[in-house]
């Protein structure tokens, strides 16, 4: 099993519409969860940090369940800004590197 | 704000060339680190740095060395240039030792072997 999954897609979705993005981790004992953004021929940029509680951040909500090992992001009222790939990234712990998904394509349609 | 900084933007090499790919921080951070982007295969790790003078290998890091004799810089050599090298480098830094997850990118080497 891939330490962290997700469905490459690409998820093709109108304006207006909600999307959902799943990953799940094998390791257990992580630590930190984040979500980062991807535009097209651009580094990676922190999204946000995904918190247990589960967190928001205007459109953007993300969620951990840590027993089924999976996090979420949502994203309401969807923008074509919003087309990018997304990055699931978990930290498994002490000093060890980041551990980064392969992405998941977004394409928010007109 | 310079933040994480690259050169070169663009190269082409031929089979056997050596090269060496610059990467800077001016935020005093102590974690770098290496990544290559390929298509449909992610970044991956090459290697990586948590402090002047500490280096380790990541997931892929054969063909490449580096070394890390100041906080600010973090160089990226390619010993012998091979077609399987071709791909984007980003170098990344973070203000701790890995345990944030939020790394700063540099904009990217893109970098093609003949």
């Known amino acids: 099993r891939k330490e962290v999954e997700q469905d490459p897609g690409p998820f093709n979705v109108p304006e207006g519409a909600t999307v959902a993005f799943n990953c799940t981790y094998s390791?257990?004992?992580?630590?930190?969860f984040f979500w980062y953004r991807q535009d097209c021929r651009k580094e990676p940029k922190l999204l946000m940090s995904v918190y247990s509680s589960g967190n928001e951040d205007g459109r953007f909500t993300a969620q951990l369940n840590r027993a089924s090992q999976y996090i979420s992001l949502l994203i309401r009222d969807s923008k074509l800004s919003d087309s990018a790939t997304y990055l699931c990234?978990?930290?498994?712990?002490?000093?060890?590197?980041?551990?980064f998904g392969k992405g998941t394509r977004l394409s928010v349609i007109a | 704000n310079a933040g994480v900084t690259q050169t070169p933007k663009f190269q082409v090499l031929k089979t056997g060339q050596s090269m060496t790919l610059q990467c800077a921080q001016d935020?005093?951070?102590?974690?770098m680190s290496w990544y290559r982007q390929d298509p449909g295969m992610g970044l991956r790790l090459i290697h990586y740095?948590?402090?002047?003078?500490?280096?380790d290998q990541g997931e892929v890091p054969n063909g490449y060395n580096v070394s890390r004799s100041t906080t600010e810089d973090f160089p990226l050599r390619l010993l012998s240039a091979a077609p399987s090298q071709t791909s984007v480098y980003f170098c990344a830094s973070n203000p701790r030792t890995g345990n944030t997850g939020e790394l700063f990118f540099g904009e990217g080497s893109r970098l093609t072997v003949l």
């Open positions: 740095s948590v402090g002047a003078g500490i280096t």
């Open positions: 935020m005093n951070h102590e974690y």
């Open positions: 990234v978990v930290f498994p712990s002490g000093n060890t590197p980041l551990v």
């Open positions: 390791n257990s004992a992580s630590q930190s």
